[in-house]
């Protein structure tokens, strides 16, 4: 079978609004590079969004992103916050953890995640401190 006949099968696949999957992650990817853009009054790049299914039971978003610092992040924390919310219940995904991934030793972010958490994470990051180079925004272990 041709990549773009396996490619097709993709475009029937829709979500609980009706988008096509496809369409629904590229408009969030845009959505959200805008979003920060705005909040930020400087040009952000986001060149990549992934959603995905953990072996071990999580269910996550991860966003790449260049141009934005560990200080703009927090003083947005709440509005990213929300609209990380939002975006995550376009996938059915319960946003209990929301974090930044850091560049160890520099001020630049390089990626917001959303992860919800399985039975096992939940335990572990309820009593250890996640990797250093994670910062977390949101951690709602009972959720």
């Known amino acids: 079978m041709s990549n773009s006949n396996n490619n097709n099968k993709f475009n029937n ?29 400087k040009n952000v790049f986001i060149p990549e969004m992934d959603v995905f299914s953990s072996k071990c039971g999580c269910y996550g978003i991860m966003i790449m992103v260049r141009g934005v610092l560990i200080d703009e992040a927090d003083v947005f924390k709440n509005r990213i ?4 919310e ?16 850091i560049i160890p030793s520099s ?16 335990e572990e990051y309820n009593s250890n401190k996640p ?4 910062i977390t ?4 272990i009972d959720e």
Do not use: H
């Open 13 to 41: 696949i829709n979500t609980a609004n009706g988008k096509p999957i496809k369409e629904l992650i590229k408009n969030d990817r845009r959505d959200f590079e805008v979003f920060l853009s705005n909040s930020f009054g």
């Open 81 to 84: 916050i929300k609209k990380l």
């Open 86 to 101: 939002e975006i995550s219940n376009n996938y059915g995904i319960n946003a209990n953890w929301i974090f930044i991934r």
């Open 107 to 122: 001020d630049d972010v390089i990626s917001f995640g959303i992860r919800e958490l399985c039975n096992m994470c939940r």
């Open 131 to 134: 990797r250093p180079d994670l």
């Open 137 to 140: 925004l949101k951690l709602a």
